[in-house]
């Protein structure tokens, strides 16, 4: 009997496992499902419009579109177009010589990008074509189409006509599959530097490496301004201070000191993914910026992108249960980060008046003043890497504020290698920014 069992056992299990196998070769043969409801209109490769995405996903296109009109701001942030220079005047010390100090606003929603970089007084008639690389939906196949280096070396001005749509679904989705990809090709190139493969990223990855199509600090490259992350020696500010001194590059060199400086742009992605807690966690930038929300029956990430402290309940009651003790935890950090910025630009304007007086003394140390400038650089460079990232310090407090530690630091130490150059101790008096009547005034 026995005997009898264990074949009858053994040639059940054969006929399971050759169905079993039959079927992982049926299922492995088929064609990738690309939704679970057919689409209602075929989006094309790279399709610019994204009103046409739409017509198959209405609940994401109408939350876009309400970035249109987001002027609601928080404590340190929003979407008003509130002016830098207005609510913080040192900023106009800091960028004296650059076309920052004549007009720095802050950015409103996604589906304004094209209608402000137009307007904005930054651009000139030499303005490159790649003011234009996180503005537009257009891009992606713009970039294909052209190859990004004739994208770049081409004129803002020239580049206008073909730039229609603002952000929008191209720009990080793949029409028919709707997976989120690396569009831009500097950010390709910049994670190739570190050996990445964004093609084997998990999908909760790619919902923080998308924003890193625009959300990044860039630089423009050489004569024909080549969009380029600094990324090769790595993402942390030290790494992209060593790069930027390797390569030699300035954004632009400050009236009086003569100090090659340079500018950071929004380094969000750079800031978040420097092992802050939320990340280590395995928090994705979506999932607070475009967090679940539901429509009737209908689950889906709003594409109303905006600060989480609009929307906490959403946005941050997914994991926490007191959302109120959240929403304090964020403004005591946020308030901490500010003050010690401003502490910060107050020691930076102390090293300018300083580094001023020295450079126009004709007998002051030669190698003393350099170094002095090279303080200078690095520490506005790290206070610009905190000041210009869209967080007031939440996204990595621990990191952004050691970092605005260490430029206080520098800069102190480029106001000491200035008094030092000319023998002047009373290049040391601080406070000069309280000192000056009348303050400096915004760019009219």
């Known amino acids: 009997m026995n005997k009898y069992t264990n074949l009858i056992l053994g040639g059940i299990i054969i006929v399971l496992a050759a169905i079993l196998a039959g079927t992982l070769i049926f299922l492995k043969n088929q064609p990738?499902?690309?939704?679970?409801?057919?689409?209602?209109?075929?989006?094309?490769?790279?399709?610019?419009?994204?009103?046409?995405w739409g017509i198959n996903f209405p609940n994401q296109w109408n939350t876009l579109q309400q970035t249109a009109n987001n002027k609601t701001d928080t404590t340190y942030g929003g979407s008003s177009k509130f002016s830098q220079l207005e609510r913080d005047p040192r900023q106009v010390i800091l960028f004296t010589g650059y076309p920052f100090s004549k007009e720095y606003n802050d950015d409103r929603g996604h589906m304004n990008a094209v209608t402000d970089v137009n307007a904005i007084k930054r651009i000139n008639e030499k303005s490159p074509a790649t003011c234009y690389s996180c503005k537009s939906s257009n891009n992606p196949a713009l970039w294909k189409q052209m190859g990004m280096e004739a994208y770049d070396a081409t004129?803002?001005?020239?580049?206008?006509?073909?730039?229609?749509?603002?952000?929008?679904?191209?720009n990080c989705h793949e029409a028919g599959s709707m997976r989120l990809i690396v569009t831009n090709p500097a950010l390709k190139e910049a994670l190739e530097a570190q050996g990445k493969d964004w093609t084997t990223f998990t999908r909760q990855e790619m919902r923080t490496v998308v924003c890193?199509?625009?959300?990044?600090?860039?630089?423009?490259?050489?004569?024909?301004?080549?969009?380029?992350f600094p990324w090769a020696n790595g993402t942390r500010i030290e790494n992209i201070l060593?790069?930027?001194?390797?390569?030699?590059?300035?954004?632009?060199?400050?009236?009086?000191?003569?100090?090659?400086?340079?500018?950071a742009q929004h380094p969000e992605y750079e800031m978040f993914t420097a092992d802050s807690?939320?990340?280590?966690?395995?928090?994705?930038?979506?999932?607070?910026?475009?967090?679940?929300?539901?429509?009737?029956?209908?689950?889906?990430?709003?594409?109303d992108v905006h600060s989480p402290l609009l929307n906490p309940e959403a946005a941050c009651g997914q994991c926490h249960t007191d959302v109120k003790y959240v929403v304090g935890r964020v403004n005591e950090?946020?308030?901490?980060?500010?003050?010690?910025?401003?502490?910060?630009?107050?020691?930076?304007?102390?090293?300018?008046?300083?580094?001023?007086?020295?450079?126009?003394d004709p007998k002051a140390d030669p190698t003393l003043l350099d170094e002095a400038r090279n303080l200078h650089r690095e520490a506005q460079f790290m206070w610009d890497f905190v000041s210009a990232e869209n967080s007031m310090g939440f996204h990595n407090p621990e990191y952004i504020l050691k970092i605005l530690a260490d430029s206080t630091n520098k800069a102190r130490q480029a106001q000491m290698k200035a008094a030092q150059?000319?023998?002047?101790?009373?290049?040391?008096?601080?406070?000069?920014?309280?000192?000056?009547?009348?303050?400096?005034?915004p760019f009219k």
Not at 336 to 355: H, S
């Open 32 to 52: 990738p499902q690309q939704r679970a409801i057919a689409p209602i209109e075929q989006i094309a490769d790279m399709e610019p419009d994204s009103a046409k």
């Open 155 to 170: 004129l803002f001005s020239d580049m206008k006509g073909n730039i229609q749509n603002s952000i929008g679904c191209a």
């Open 212 to 228: 890193a199509n625009c959300h990044v600090e860039y630089y423009f490259k050489g004569d024909h301004k080549y969009l380029t």
């Open 242 to 263: 060593s790069y930027y001194k390797e390569n030699g590059f300035k954004d632009w060199e400050y009236p009086d000191t003569k100090t090659p400086m340079l500018k």
């Open 277 to 303: 807690t939320h990340y280590k966690a395995g928090v994705s930038c979506a999932d607070c910026h475009m967090p679940y929300v539901r429509e009737g029956a209908a689950k889906f990430s709003t594409h």
């Open 333 to 360: 950090i946020q308030n901490q980060v500010y003050n010690t910025k401003i502490a910060t630009e107050d020691a930076l304007v102390d090293a300018i008046a300083a580094l001023k007086t020295a450079a126009a």
């Open 421 to 441: 150059a000319t023998g002047d101790m009373n290049l040391l008096i601080t406070g000069v920014y309280d000192s000056l009547d009348p303050k400096p005034t």
